[in-house]
């Protein structure tokens, strides 16, 4: 993992500041074409071409790291919702480098986060759901059909899970308390999603 890190590290305090976006890869590579240190390798613009030549199978997205999220999309989506999201929510996505989305490292859980306006797409796409979960906010998800959710009816919103198929609060899945302990949990690699008792 410490390549990971050192890729994480890079991504996050220099690459996300000066571009806005950065992604930490996972790939083989052959030897012939790398020139770097340990697994870690960055490659000058002029090098890119004869680098990827010597890529070996799938390249795999390991993190998708994000600048921070404008003021009026806070403001668009609370106007839309409502009510206001978490503090802790906003401080989060308006970091110098937040995660977005990726496979978390000590769980191996992968999990997307989206920005407010997203979550207003999503709200609309899923409209019949929202409608049956009165002062939802779609705030994540697995990047399939299921979706982390704060039910903004509570102070602090908890955070819950909540399926395409989900009829109402009551089939949903209690994720955490509030948002700062599901950042917490996805900051330390260490979160996992509770699809409930079986």
């Given amino acids: 993992m410490g390549?990971?890190?050192e890729a994480?590290?890079?991504a996050r305090e220099q690459?996300?500041?000066?571009?806005?976006?950065?992604?930490?890869?996972?790939?083989?590579?052959e030897r012939a074409g790398v020139d770097g240190r340990g697994d870690v390798v960055e490659i000058a613009a002029d090098q890119v071409d004869e680098f990827n030549k010597h890529i070996t199978g799938a390249i795999v997205e390991e993190a998708d790291y994000r600048g921070p999220v404008g003021?009026?999309?806070?403001?668009?989506?609370?106007a839309a919702l409502g009510r206001p999201l978490p503090a802790a929510w906003r401080e989060h996505l308006q970091s110098p480098s937040w995660f977005r989305r990726g496979w978390?490292?000590?769980?191996?859980?992968?999990?997307?986060?989206?920005t407010p306006r997203e979550m207003l797409e999503i709200h609309r796409a899923w409209e019949d759901s929202v409608a049956a979960h009165p002062g939802i906010a779609i705030i994540g998800g697995d990047g399939s059909r299921e979706q982390l959710v704060l039910d903004l009816r509570h102070d602090p919103p908890p955070v819950l899970l909540a399926g395409l198929a989900s009829e109402?609060?009551?089939?949903?899945?209690?994720?955490?308390?509030?948002?700062?302990?599901?950042?917490?949990?996805?900051?330390?690699?260490?979160?996992?999603?509770?699809?409930?008792?079986?």
């Fill in 3 to 5: 390549d990971r890190r």
């Fill in 8 to 10: 994480t590290r890079l």
């Fill in 15 to 29: 690459h996300v500041p000066a571009e806005g976006v950065a992604y930490v890869t996972r790939f083989e590579v």
């Fill in 71 to 78: 003021d009026d999309e806070f403001a668009e989506a609370e």
């Fill in 104 to 114: 978390l490292t000590a769980s191996g859980a992968y999990v997307w986060l989206h």
């Fill in 168 to 198: 109402g609060w009551n089939t949903t899945f209690r994720q955490s308390a509030d948002v700062a302990q599901l950042i917490a949990r996805i900051e330390s690699g260490t979160f996992e999603f509770d699809f409930g008792k079986d």
